[in-house]
């Protein structure tokens, strides 16, 4: 039994951040980058049916990413992914979700997991996209924003709940293998300890090419892409009018709005 | 090819608000289309807003969206009774192909998360969510979303796509008020094994008896508050000024809070809040579409940076134990 899941490592902005020359996106040094939040909770997931199962379960996660992603692939290793793949070619610079699922779907074609998990999207760009993507790639049953999973390694079906607006649970059954992308809280992701970081730093990561999958540069990068950003621009700040002052005037300032709304109110 | 075609998006026999804004939204792009064929480009008699409703029984709907600006409704009777990745993929794809519209607008919902991009893998369509803004530059579709955090606005394109699929954020354009009549058109779904069936609803309930959907007054605690143990502290500082206290989701998933206590947007609709103050949250964009409907929200964070500036009315930055401490003083 195979689980493959699909993570991404993310950039947040540093503080006081500039848009690149090109003004297509942030200045590389200005990014800070980790494994995705949502990534962390699938992995969980997966690490945790396969702590539970009965048959041996296999867990591999895969990123489509240059060799920085490195760092967070070993943190997938050290909090307990068996297997990691990377796939990186330069034409895939600048690809969109769709064209980044184009690649999972190949490599989960050559792995032929059971399941595939992805994370609702990434803190990043936030398009929400990809694992449902790479799904219709697969011609694979999916469903999006999943919050709780009853599945046992191998079984025809699953269960789930997705969480819709509003704090609605809608629960369903899916044929297997699916694609699920994972919601945050689904569990309580595990910290990795200092023995499996060590071991995982000396495990291998498989690096694979376009040609590997038997894809070419059509299929990635802008001409694979299904949008193409334009123009990066830092936009006008909302006009949150600033409470100045120390933390007792800030304060004094704040029980005013209070108590002038208690008086509306009243 | 021409035309907007809105996808509706209906739940538990009510039509969800953002199918109306929606409306507003292709109403903006219709008359980008306008100045478009004032230049000659294209006729104006393509330039239609049609609005697709899918459901077990679509003319429940009907009369809710017979809205100004809309010029066609199209009734989708499909046979499963709520949203199915499946049957929505089929449905819309079948309209997409006998309409061909130049756009099609969904919602940036979990329902939409759960077909769109599968849609745009599938029919080769131009694809872009969580879209805010969307316009023409030089004849060509631009759309405008949010990057790293919202720190960001990212325009993207979508050359050499003649059918482009945007998912709309909530809470952004207006829904249009005036009535109208439309002329409706039956449609004919096609047939769809779906390979998940929707087993039942629950709603998110719990043994707090809190009712934030009541609350006119909400205090906030985000990921600032650190550690657990500080929960108490921001509990007895909402009861002293008379607040009921929230959290965004990081705080419930962690579990220092119940689920019930979440507000945003996956969380309970704070519909009646009027006076929102968030401590420690940044604001990630699920929270602030949640909020944005509040009059007053005063945000209080020690990053200068944080998004959730963007949308407050007042703003403090400072240490949020250190102002918590200086204004329970003050009750």
């Known amino acids: 039994m195979k689980i493959l899941i699909a993570v991404k490592q993310v950039a947040a902005l ?58 967070s692939l070993r943190k997938c290793l050290a909090k307990g992914a068996d297997r990691a793949i990377r796939v990186w070619d330069e034409g895939v610079e600048g690809s969109d979700p769709v064209a980044i699922a184009r690649v999972l ?54 269960v789930f709940r997705r969480e819709l607006e509003g704090g609605l649970l809608h629960e369903v059954e899916i044929q297997c293998p699916a694609v699920l992308t994972i919601q945050l809280g689904i569990n ?41 950003v334009r123009r990066m621009y830092i936009p006008d700040k909302g006009q949150a009018q600033l409470i100045e002052g120390d933390a007792a005037a800030q304060a004094q300032r704040l029980a005013q709005i209070i108590r002038e709304f208690k008086g509306d109110a009243a | 090819m021409s035309g907007v075609l809105v996808i509706a998006e209906q739940r538990r026999g009510e039509l969800r608000p953002v199918s109306l804004e929606l409306i507003s939204a292709a109403q903006e792009l219709q008359s980008a289309e306008g100045q478009r064929s004032a230049e000659g480009l294209r006729s104006a008699e393509g330039d239609t807003v049609t609005v697709a409703i899918i459901a077990s029984s679509p003319h429940l ?45 969904v919602a940036h919902s ?8 599968a849609l745009a893998a599938k029919l080769n369509l131009g694809f872009a969510t969580d879209v805010f803004k969307a316009g023409r530059v030089d004849g060509a579709l631009v759309a405008t979303r949010g990057g790293y955090g919202q720190k960001v606005n990212v325009e993207v394109d979508f050359p050499g796509r003649d059918t482009v699929l945007l998912a709309i954020r909530a809470n952004v354009f207006k829904p249009p008020e005036q009535a109208a009549a439309p002329k409706i058109t039956e449609f004919a779904a096609p047939a769809t094994a779906s390979r998940s069936s929707g087993r039942e609803f629950i709603e998110l309930s719990s043994n707090d008896d809190v009712d934030m959907a009541a609350a006119e007054f ?23 000024v008379g607040a009921t206290l929230g959290c965004s989701r990081p705080i419930a998933d962690a579990g220092w809070l119940p689920k ?67 204004l329970r003083r003050l009750f």
């Open chain 1, 14 to 71: 540093d503080e006081d951040f500039e848009i690149r020359e090109d003004g297509r996106d942030v200045k590389e040094e200005f990014l800070i980058r980790d494994l995705n939040e949502w990534d962390d909770y699938s992995l969980e997931e997966a690490v945790k049916i396969k702590e539970t199962s009965s048959d041996p379960v296999e867990v591999v996660v895969v990123s489509v990413a240059a060799e920085e992603a490195d760092e």
């Open chain 1, 105 to 158: 779907a190949a490599v989960a074609k050559s792995e032929r997991p059971d399941m595939l998990f992805a994370g609702v999207q990434s803190s990043d760009q936030t398009f929400a996209a990809t694992g449902i993507a790479t799904a219709a790639f697969l011609g694979w049953p999916h469903a999006a924003v999943v919050s709780s999973l009853d599945y046992s390694p191998g079984a025809k079906s699953a």
């Open chain 1, 188 to 228: 309580t992701p595990r910290y990795a300890s200092l023995r499996s970081i060590k071991q995982a730093a000396a495990k291998p990561i498989e690096v694979k090419t376009l040609a590997d999958l038997a894809l070419s540069a059509g299929d990635v990068g802008e001409p694979g892409s299904h949008s193409r």
């Open chain 2, 61 to 105: 709907f009907l009369d809710s969206l017979k809205l100004a600006g809309v010029d066609e409704i199209i009734a989708v009777k499909v046979a499963a009774a709520e949203f199915d990745p499946d049957t929505f993929e089929a449905a819309v794809g079948a309209l997409i192909a006998e309409r061909k519209p130049d756009v099609v607008l």
């Open chain 2, 110 to 117: 979990v329902d939409s998360f759960g077909y769109a991009a």
């Open chain 2, 218 to 240: 909400i205090l906030t605690i985000g990921r600032g508050i650190g550690e657990e143990a500080n929960v108490a502290q921001f509990k007895e500082l909402a009861d002293a």
């Open chain 2, 260 to 326: 019930s206590r979440q507000v945003g947007q996956s969380g309970k609709t704070a519909s009646a809040c009027k006076l929102y103050i968030a401590m420690g949250v940044s604001g990630a964009i699920q929270h602030l579409a949640g909020m944005k409907h509040v009059a007053t929200i005063v945000a209080v964070n020690s990053d200068a940076g944080a998004s959730i500036f963007g949308v407050a009315k007042y703003g403090v930055v400072g240490d949020i134990f250190e102002i918590a401490e200086e």
